[in-house]
């Protein structure tokens, strides 16, 4: 069998920074409801998010992602900068 070269399908994500400040547009983002709550740490510029029986913390400056499933990925600044790119005339 020979090799070859794949390249990953591209995914669209929904995401937002956690900026220390927006505390509100997170919970709106996340689409708050009975099953995922979101508590803010004020000392630690950090939001922790319950989604059913997982927890998630974002500390300030990292990425809040939501894919296709609804399901929940943090991630750094700098690894969301280095996989994703912004779409335009999507909302």
């Known amino acids: 069998m020979s090799n070859y070269y794949y ?4 995914t ?9 400040d927006n505390y509100e547009e997170v919970t709106k983002f996340l689409d708050v409801f009975d099953d995922r709550m979101v508590i803010r740490h ?23 992602i939501s894919d296709v499933d609804g ?13 994703y790119e912004k779409l335009g005339g999507i909302s």
């Open 12 to 20: 669209i994500v929904k995401a937002i920074q956690w900026t220390g």
């Open 71 to 83: 399901d929940i990925t943090i991630l750094s600044s700098g690894e969301f900068r280095y996989t």
């Open 7 to 10: 390249v990953k399908k591209p």
């Open 42 to 64: 004020a000392n630690l510029e950090a939001v922790a998010i319950y989604d059913g029986d997982r927890r998630y913390i974002c500390h300030k400056d990292e990425y809040i």
